[in-house]
C-alpha cells in the first residue's frame, strides 16, 4: 500500500541570486508527486500584462528593485493559496515570503487547510550573489539586474526579508533548514531531501523514495 505525500509547505527563501529557482528544478525531479508551484511571480506578472491597478503598481516597484507592497502582495497571496483546499502533497513557495506579514500570511494559510511549513533558507552571501548576477552572461535579458536596481534589490532583501527568515528561525530544527552557501544545486537539493526525510520518515525515507 502506497503511502501518501504528507500536506507540507516548503518555503524557500534566500537572498537575489542564491539559486532558489535551480533549487527548486531539482526538487521537482525528487519529491514524490502531488507537488504544486505558489506562483506569486506569475500572478505578479500577470497583473503587470493585464494593466490592471495593481499591475501598475507591481511594475512601478519591480522596475525599481524595490518589493512589492504588502498591500498589493497579501491578496495575491492569499489567491494563491486557495488552492490548499483541494489540494494533498506538497507546495513549494519559491521566494513567496519577502516580508514578515507574506510570511505570516503562508503560516495563517497553512494551519487553517492542515499543511505544515518548513522554511528552507538558502544561506549565502548577499555580496557574493550579486557578483554571481554581474558575472551571469544572461544578466542582461532581466531588466531587474542593472546595477542600481540589483543594489536595491539587495538592500531590501537585508531590511525586510532577514527580518521574515529571523522569525523563521525561531523554529529552527523543527520547521527551519539551513542550506550551506557554498553547496551547489544538487547538494542543496539532497540536504532538503535529507531534512525532509528526518521530519517525514514514513513518506520520505530513503527506501519509499527509491521505490517510487
Known amino acids: 500500500m502506497k503511502t501518501k505525500t504528507p500536506n507540507v509547505i516548503l518555503n524557500i527563501i534566500g537572498p537575489p541570486g542564491c539559486g532558489k529557482g535551480s533549487l527548486v528544478k531539482i526538487l521537482l525531479e525528487r519529491i514524490p508527486k502531488p507537488i504544486h508551484i505558489l506562483g506569486t511571480g506569475d500572478r505578479c506578472r500577470e497583473e503587470e500584462e493585464k494593466k490592471t491597478s ?3 503598481v507591481i511594475a512601478e516597484y519591480t522596475s525599481t528593485g524595490l518589493l512589492v507592497p ?17 489540494f494533498r502533497g506538497v507546495l513549494m513557495a519559491d521566494g513567496a515570503t519577502r516580508t514578515l506579514a507574506q510570511y505570516e500570511a503562508v503560516i495563517n494559510s497553512a494551519s487553517i487547510h492542515g499543511f505544515k511549513v518548513h522554511t528552507i533558507f538558502i544561506n549565502d552571501c548577499v555580496h557574493e550573489c550579486v557578483k554571481r548576477i554581474k558575472d551571469d552572461p544572461n544578466r542582461i535579458h532581466r531588466t531587474d539586474n542593472d546595477d542600481l536596481v540589483l ?7 537585508e531590511n525586510h526579508t532577514i527580518e521574515a527568515i529571523e522569525h523563521a528561525r525561531g523554529h529552527e530544527g523543527e520547521d527551519f533548514c539551513k542550506i550551506n552557501r557554498v553547496d551547489g544545486p544538487r ?13 517525514h520518515p514514513e513518506h520520505f525515507s530513503v527506501s519509499h523514495l527509491a521505490s517510487r
Not at 502582495?73 to 483546499?85: A, F, K, N, Q
Not at 543594489?151 to 532583501?157: C, F, G, M
Not at 547538494?187 to 521530519?199: D, E, H, P, T, W
Open 187 to 199: 547538494l542543496k537539493a539532497g540536504n532538503v531531501m535529507a531534512f525532509l526525510q528526518s521530519r
Open 54 to 56: 495593481a499591475g501598475d
Open 151 to 157: 543594489k536595491i534589490r539587495t538592500l531590501e532583501y
Open 70 to 86: 504588502d498591500r498589493i502582495m497579501l491578496p495575491i497571496i492569499g489567491e494563491s493559496m486557495t488552492c490548499l483546499s483541494d
